[in-house]
């Protein structure tokens, strides 16, 4: 694998962080090209468990290179919040093994207040956000209103267009959400503690990977959220403000003429969805609480619980066309182990009739779940680490899966540990 990027095929929390701690054994550089500090990327191995929301999940890997590409939205106090935490567990981060992009925009501190401020606004309305200021940050880089992380190496010039910024940014604040205004004392102040801490890990990533290619170095692009969440193909409006999918993967990551080789979409073995928006699939009551419990489905940055279904196979086969995946990894099989039978979402019910094709997001409201169960294997299967030695019921509901979303499955992980994965290749 030369070139692979590893993204989800649903809502998000597939387990995408598991995968790529896997797979960085066999990668050299590994790169997170979209997304922000809005998820949360759970990793457990030998150093303890960690929640990632922005540093790649090579980090854990000695002799991996990380690289946080111009395609993410760069908080400079969480980074460094989350830095220290993996770094007060033993785990080595320099500017060796950490690179950040000149090129990566910086989430300013307006932009987590004004992502609660227009949640507020919104009320009932709302979307549900994180509050971690991604809209906002998105919408002020594509006004190119934000500032790059390598303007820090020119402080003269940094001072000149924070005023700027300062002064348009005010009028939003107090004018439309009669906030305090913010002045240029604090946007020093955050200069000069918070983006000094990430400074020495600045470099220009772009011209590091184009060297890492002509090297032949084997990359990995790591994506954060999953194919419904993509601002483009997602369920809009209840998407991220970033693309999720693998095709922006080479200009996300500074390395525009990459061809990925390989997409492994990571699909979770049932529904889960975070925040607001259509999940055709949801199931409600004690079936869902006892399958949230069992998956501990509670979200790693906000801790809400995760709202949960049966897998969704229309939007499954989406995801993986969106995402032109060519493999999946199918996480969380164990959890359904407590299962007699195991619900499948295999069509949905729109106008009268039966479609196994996703609908447009407006329509989403309207589609009803068409339901099948197939048997479950009612044993614990956390220890397997062979197909062959799967209960016949569990490789019947991956074969369907596979068969159903037309891409073939060639990891099932069993367990949140490294080990605990079954490789069918
Ligand atoms: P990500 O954002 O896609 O990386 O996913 P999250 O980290 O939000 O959620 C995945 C959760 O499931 C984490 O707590 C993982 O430790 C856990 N996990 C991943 N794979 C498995 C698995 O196969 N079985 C079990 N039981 N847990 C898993």
């Known amino acids: 694998m030369a070139n692979c990027a590893i993204v989800g095929i649903n809502w998000g929390d597939e387990g995408k962080g598991r995968m790529v701690d896997l797979f960085t ?29 922005l540093l790649p999940s090579g980090i854990f890997r000695d002799g991996v290179v990380n690289i946080l590409g111009n395609g993410v939205a760069l908080d400079p106090e969480n980074l460094f919040t989350e830095m220290q935490d993996v770094l007060s567990k033993g785990v080595r981060i320099t500017p060796e093994n950490l690179k950040i992009s000149d090129r990566a925009s910086l ?50 010039e940094l001072e000149e267009h924070l ?22 004392e604090m946007l020093r102040e955050w200069v000069n503690t918070a983006c000094e801490n990430i400074r020495p890990y600045i470099c220009d990533t772009g011209a590091y990977l184009r060297e890492a290619q002509a090297a032949g170095k084997n990359i990995l692009f790591e994506a954060q959220l999953g194919s419904l969440r993509d601002l483009d ?35 979770k073995a049932y529904s889960t969805c975070v925040g607001e928006g259509p999940f055709v699939c949801e199931m409600f009551g004690e079936e869902a609480e006892a399958l949230r419990k069992a998956g501990a489905e509670y979200d790693a940055k ?54 196994d094709r996703f609908p447009f997001p407006t329509a989403l409201k309207d589609a009803k779940p068409v339901i099948e169960y197939f048997d479950g294997w009612n044993c614990d299967i956390s220890g397997v680490r062979r197909w062959e030695e799967l209960p016949g019921e569990a490789r019947d509901y991956v074969t369907y899966l596979e068969q159903a979303v037309g891409c073939p499955i060639t990891y099932v992980s069993v367990g949140p540990e490294r080990d605990s994965i079954i490789i069918r290749k």
């Open 163 to 184: 005023e700027s910024l300062l002064e348009w940014k005010n009028l939003t604040l107090t004018k439309v959400y009669g906030a305090r205004p913010y002045t240029m």
């Open 25 to 53: 054994r066999n990668f050299d550089v590994v790169v997170r090209f979209q997304g922000g500090g809005n998820a949360g990327h759970t990793v457990i191995n030998e150093h303890g468990k960690f929640a990632l929301h």
């Open 107 to 156: 989430l300013l501190p307006w932009h987590r207040e004004l992502d609660e401020l227009e949640e507020q606004r919104l009320a009932d309305k709302k979307f549900g956000s994180t509050k971690q200021g991604i809209a906002p940050f998105y919408s002020d880089k594509y006004q190119k209103k934000t500032v790059l992380a390598g303007e820090l190496f020119y402080p003269e």
């Open 233 to 267: 193909y997602g369920i809009h409006p209840y998407t991220t403000s970033s693309n999720t999918t693998a095709a922006y993967a080479p200009i996300g990551s500074g390395l525009p003429s990459a061809k990925i080789t390989d997409v492994v979409g990571v699909v």
């Open 302 to 355: 906000t801790g809400r619980p995760r709202r949960v279904g049966p897998l969704d196979i229309v939007a499954t086969r989406y995801g993986v066309e969106v995402q032109a995946a060519t493999e999946l990894a199918l996480t969380k099989l164990d959890v359904l182990s407590y299962l007699e039978k195991i619900p499948v979402c295999t069509h949905y019910l729109l106008n009268g009739e039966q479609t």
